[in-house]
């Protein structure tokens, strides 16, 4: 069954603490990208993926690390310079120019 | 840098009325793709809708159709015979077209939409 799943739905972070939020597509698209949507605010791009092994940073980078090691993977560590990190994200595959489809989302609480 | 409006954070119909979401956007680009994607409670984002720039002809998908008016950088979606499972947040987005690589999108804030039955 193809589709794109993110785990875990509810993730919770400590002070000081790096998570990483897991991303994963079998639709074998070329592209991945990861937004943050916070309340009232439509989603910003964090980063995205155009081919394995290489990444570009979206809007709002900072605080945020990704790594493409592999087609099918495109994992967010939210690390502990990420000040708000509070927020619910979506990870999106396209295949190329076309329409971005995407995860179920994660979302992200701070203890 | 693109951006993306919507001016109406709430809107509300009734069912089986037709209603009209409103967007805009700022670009420099000749090129580019607009979205309306829908997010229902359950946060799910799905595809409402495509318009590639380069078209004249506005898209239609079933009850859904958007007005295009590239000159005005503008484009509406609308919304006919409305149903209790339209009831979402309706966002507008853009991308750049072929030039900008597989580019992400630039999404306006977001419309509420309430239908009353």
């Known amino acids: ?111 | 840098a693109q951006t993306v409006t919507q001016s109406q954070p709430e809107m509300s119909v009734q069912e089986a009325e037709t209603v009209t979401l409103s967007c805009t956007y700022d670009t420099s680009e000749s090129d580019y793709y607009l979205f309306w994607y829908k997010q229902p409670p359950s946060r799910q984002m799905i595809l409402v809708i495509r318009q590639e720039a380069y078209k004249q002809q506005n898209a239609t998908e079933n009850r859904f159709s958007v007005n295009f008016q590239k000159a005005a950088k503008s484009f509406s979606l609308k919304i006919s015979d409305s149903q209790l499972g339209d009831a979402a947040m309706y966002f507008c987005a853009y991308r750049r077209g072929s030039g900008g690589g597989a580019d992400g999108l630039t999404f306006g804030k977001g419309t509420h939409l309430i239908i009353q039955p």
Request: charged share 20%; net charge neutral; hydrophobic share 30%.
């Open chain 1, 1 to 111: 069954d193809g589709g794109i799943t993110q785990s875990p739905k509810y993730l919770f972070r400590k002070e000081g603490q790096n998570v990483t939020l897991s991303c994963e597509q079998n639709l074998n698209h070329d592209a991945m990208y990861w937004y943050r949507q916070d309340p009232g605010q439509g989603l910003r791009l964090i980063y995205y993926s155009q081919i394995v092994n290489d990444f570009q940073k979206g809007d709002i980078a900072e605080g945020y690390s990704v790594s493409r090691e592999k087609k099918e993977s495109f994992p967010l560590t939210v690390t502990s310079a990420q000040k708000n990190p509070t927020a619910f994200y979506l990870c999106a595959t396209g295949a190329g120019w076309e329409t971005q489809y995407f995860g179920p989302g994660t979302r992200l609480l701070v203890l």
